[in-house]
């Protein structure tokens, strides 16, 4: 019996990729065993997130880096930042920014329910273009840079921006524009490595705040993020999650790489960050990831997938209606299986596939994104046994058949 049965919950097979809801990526023992050691003491926080900076910054290429509580509050604490810099008299009123700037420009076609972390540290997130150009109501028309322009007023903060291979504008269009207007940009980048590229890649383009998840292609802990960017930015994100009661301003010696001190009038009091503390393991948790996660490592992992996405593919691949076909670009992702379905073959959706592989022991879950199409993808980061890739197997092979 492991942990989850002990509490009557039945572990599944989450081959759906680094899905939250399915508790996000499996971490490797080294990460374990990092977190566990650094379970047994107690440690100043600032100064933690000091020395991950250090570490962050060399892999990212920004001038500073914190660990966050995951990557929708990292892009809290960076618009946070944003509103404030070092004002304590600002962060002491997150969320409430009346009469103060703190609207956020984004591209219409970019704003999801994501951005929900941007309107917590109590921005107003204006859009930029207008839904679609043609009566078809599911086109949607990328924004123009002009049109980004145009939004910008004395009550703007910065400009965020969720880029995609092909984003319109081009990220390089709108961090000129941007920073022609003295203005920083965001990205959320939570999903984004691999490729291992994309550590350092929106940084060498010149963006001030980046958010990329720790717990999904990083295989760090899952309430874990990487916030980087310039230093001032991150130093005023990291002041307003920092629990400072108690603390006597007169004798508090942050680390003044991270934290000038004497540009403070005085301590924020549990700033809008608060809510989302990191603890000390998940800081040491990411750092060991991070550290390890590296092209040799990831040639390694996508390595010790591919034979078995091969085999499960092997187990379907005369299945009437299917088509299964591997997906591997190793600079990019972790090897994937897409399972295209015929249901006037196989007599079955890929939604009755889905809903059926969940309903066996141990339930199955695959990425669904393009089910209403009929394409089913599976995913091999959390795919690291031979024993689960031939359940997997076969659970599918009955899924489709029976």
Request: hydrophobic residues 45%; contains cysteine; negative net charge.
């Amino acid at each position: 019996m492991n942990i989850y049965e002990a509490y009557g919950i039945k572990p599944v097979i989450n081959v759906a990729g680094a899905m939250t809801r399915y508790g996000g990526t499996i971490v490797g023992q080294k990460v374990l065993d990092a977190m566990e050691e650094a379970a047994r003491y107690s440690v100043p926080m600032d100064h933690l997130q000091a020395a991950a900076s250090r570490i962050i910054a060399a892999r990212t290429r920004a001038e500073a880096g914190i660990v966050t509580c995951g990557a929708s509050h990292a892009l809290t604490l960076a618009t946070a930042a944003c509103i404030c810099g070092w004002d304590v008299a600002r962060m002491n009123r997150l969320p409430h920014t009346k009469g103060m700037p703190n609207e956020v420009i984004m591209p219409l076609h970019h704003i999801s329910g994501y951005d929900h972390a941007i309107e917590a540290a109590g921005a107003r997130i204006i859009p930029a273009g207008v839904f679609n150009d043609t009566p078809e109501p599911f086109t949607v028309r990328p924004a123009d840079r002009w049109e980004l322009e145009s939004c910008i007023t004395e009550h703007t903060v910065a400009i965020a921006f969720a880029p995609l291979p092909g984003s319109q504008p081009p990220l390089e269009q709108v961090i000129e524009l941007a920073h022609r207007h003295s203005l920083p940009v965001i990205i959320d980048a939570a999903p984004r490595v691999p490729p291992i590229t994309n550590l350092h890649e929106y940084i060498d383009m010149g963006a001030d705040l980046v958010a990329i998840s720790g717990g999904k292609g990083i295989r760090g802990p899952q309430a874990s993020a990487i916030l980087c960017g310039r230093k001032e930015l991150i130093g005023s994100a990291l002041l307003q999650m920092l629990d400072l009661a108690g603390e006597r301003f007169a004798d508090w010696n942050p680390p003044s790489e991270l934290i000038p001190k004497d540009k403070l009038r005085g301590k924020p009091l549990h700033g809008i960050g608060r809510s989302g503390k990191v603890t000390k393991e998940a800081i040491i948790g990411l750092l060991t990831a991070l550290e390890s996660f590296d092209e040799e490592e990831f040639a390694t992992l996508c390595a010790t997938r591919l034979p078995l996405v091969v085999s499960i593919r092997d187990q379907v691949a005369d299945i009437e209606g299917i088509e299964a076909q591997l997906c591997m670009d190793e600079e990019e992702y972790y090897p994937m299986l897409q399972l295209k379905i015929d249901p006037k073959v196989n007599g079955r959706s890929a939604l009755d596939v889905a809903r059926r592989l969940k309903q066996m022991e141990p339930a199955i879950y695959l990425e669904e994104s393009q089910i209403e199409q009929d394409i089913l993808y599976l995913d091999s980061l959390n795919l690291d046994q031979d024993e689960t890739a031939a359940i997997v197997g076969a659970h599918l092979r009955i899924a489709m058949t029976d």
